[in-house]
């Protein structure tokens, strides 16, 4: 099955396509959003069996096109189709939906510069791509603890991904929350700012690889959310402010308050952010006391213990509503 998501227009020609050159003038039309959300191991086979003999494509085969608006339906209808079956993990399934879904965030976040491939993160709002992924997938489940190695497509965790996509929840707040993200980093990025990335030494850019915090320098406020780490971490702390925990979710009246408190708060930081001086921000968020907690971090199990520890910085952050003097309480957490 393929699933492709179109722009209004496309949508408003999709009742008349009574005919399968219809179907495909659609398909070439929105070629740069197709993805298959089903069948990819007999997508396989058939290119293998291709690759052996030519007159497989001369073949007639019946091919299902799923067209949505929005990425989260077809994700939603990826998980669907999927269950019972032996998965993929979650993190796979996504990627097939990976250029909509990257698609759709980029159109709904004003981030500096999104990065792919061998991109360098030099400024704050400039974020990798697969990251976000990982993001999207914090955000459903509200913890920290995903283990892209591993199979997590288990029916928890469909449910509990589902749950947020047919409530609406990514769409609601998901990339609200992104925003917060990317600006707060844009005003920590202002301490030890990378002015010309031409001119700076090679091994300040981060390359997206995610690395114990105790193995980089923390002299620049980018650094902080160069750690996906930190950015999780960031993520499902408002999650779960927002939405409740798994099995304590809030109504949309109250996710919605939250939501918008949060975004009002946030936004107040930053703009007293911006008012400081040098020494002044390099006080307020007070890398020393971060740089000295992340050294003293336990020796195994490190991926994990740096990802609930920036949880736990964050909730306070957003407990104290965003209003401390500086961010030495939250690295103390």
Not at 16 to 24: D, H, I, N, W
Not at 31 to 55: C, F, H, P, V
Not at 88 to 109: D, H, M
């Amino acid at each position: 099955m393929i699933g492709i998501v179109v722009d209004e227009n496309g949508w408003g020609s999709v009742p008349g396509l009574a005919s399968p050159m219809a179907v495909r003038k659609v398909l070439d039309d929105f070629k740069d959003n197709l993805s298959i959300i089903d069948g990819m191991q007999r997508t396989t086979a058939l290119i293998d069996a291709r690759s052996n003999s030519e007159d497989v494509g001369h073949h007639t085969i019946r091919v299902e096109v799923w067209i949505a608006k929005t990425s989260e339906s077809l994700i939603y209808r990826m998980l669907v189709l999927n269950t019972g079956q032996v998965p993929w993990n979650l993190k796979q399934q996504l990627e097939v939906v990976y250029a909509p879904l990257v698609n759709t965030i980029a159109s709904k976040v004003k981030f500096t510069r999104l990065l792919t491939g061998s991109d360098r993160r030099w400024k704050g709002g400039e974020f990798k791509t697969d990251s976000l992924i990982e993001s999207y997938i914090a955000f459903g489940l509200r913890r920290t603890e995903i283990d892209t190695q591993e199979n997590l497509a288990d029916e928890f965790s469909r449910l509990d991904v589902a749950d947020a996509l047919t409530g609406r929840k990514y769409d609601q707040y998901f990339y609200r929350v992104v925003q917060m993200l990317v600006d707060f980093d844009i005003a920590l990025s202002r301490l030890n700012e990378v002015v010309d990335p031409q001119t700076a030494n090679p091994d300040d850019g981060d390359d997206g690889v995610e690395k114990p915090q105790r193995g980089r320098q923390m002299n620049r406020g980018r650094n902080i959310f160069d750690s996906q780490a930190a950015r999780v971490g960031f993520i499902v702390a408002c999650a779960v402010s927002i939405l409740g925990r798994i099995g304590m979710d809030k109504d949309n009246e109250d996710s919605e308050k939250n939501c918008a408190a949060l975004e009002d708060k946030c936004s107040n930081l930053i703009a007293e952010m911006a008012k400081k001086n040098e020494d002044e921000l390099n006080k307020f968020i007070a890398l020393d006391v971060l740089s000295e907690k992340l050294s003293k971090r336990p020796s195994s199990a490190v991926g994990r213990w740096e990802r609930n520890y920036f949880e736990s910085a964050f909730k306070i952050l957003i407990e104290e509503e965003f209003s401390v003097p500086s961010l030495e309480p939250c690295w103390r957490a």
